[in-house]
């Protein structure tokens, strides 16, 4: 092994692409030799430099390759995170702004303010299906007994006036 290498040569020791060489060379990493004619025009590079690039660069590979791995990891968790939590038949923020017949982002303000059983497991709120009847029904049954209140008052006020 002469002291001085190819850049082909460096990147198969370093184990990446000379591309990766060409960078390091420029950000100074990797110490060079001005070309001369009896090396054809080319420059090359210092074996030892190029051998502790090659340990930086290992072990700054590594380092993303966990960092991606705990990415992964964190985005698969997050997934499983976001199905209902158990056997109930559950509904999301949409379906449930369609049976109340209400906004996506009111259903959202109901479930934050406890206003409405949910469950968020991750990023995502969920509904028991019969909690939205419930709820369904119950609002149902107010705007009848608003309405059955607004005709009695009509009429008591009628009645009162002589109609």
């Given at each position: ?5 190819s850049?082909?040569?460096a990147?198969?020791?370093?184990g ?22 009896t ?14 690039f ?9 380092e ?35 049976i ?23 990023d ?20 009848i ?15 009162r006036?002589?109609?």
């Amino acid at each position: 092994m002469g002291p001085w290498i190819s850049y082909v040569e460096a990147a198969s020791r370093v184990g990446c692409t000379r591309h990766n060489i060409e960078d390091a060379v420029k950000a100074g990493r990797i110490e060079t030799r001005n070309p001369t004619r009896t090396r054809g025009g080319r420059a090359s590079l210092s074996a030892a430099s190029v051998a502790q690039f090659a340990a930086i660069w290992q072990a700054e590979q590594a380092e993303a390759a966990a960092g991606r791995a705990a990415r992964e990891a964190r985005a698969a968790a997050a997934r499983t995170r976001r199905d209902p939590p158990d056997d109930d038949v559950w509904l999301d923020v949409a379906t449930t702004a369609l049976i109340l017949g209400v906004g996506r982002s009111y259903v959202r303000q109901l479930a934050a303010a406890g206003r409405i059983p949910a469950q968020r497991p991750g990023d995502r709120w969920w509904f028991r299906r019969i909690d939205v009847e419930q709820l369904d029904a119950a609002r149902a049954f107010m705007r009848i007994q608003a309405a059955s209140r607004s005709r009695r008052s009509s009429h008591t006020k009628t009645d009162r006036h002589g109609g």
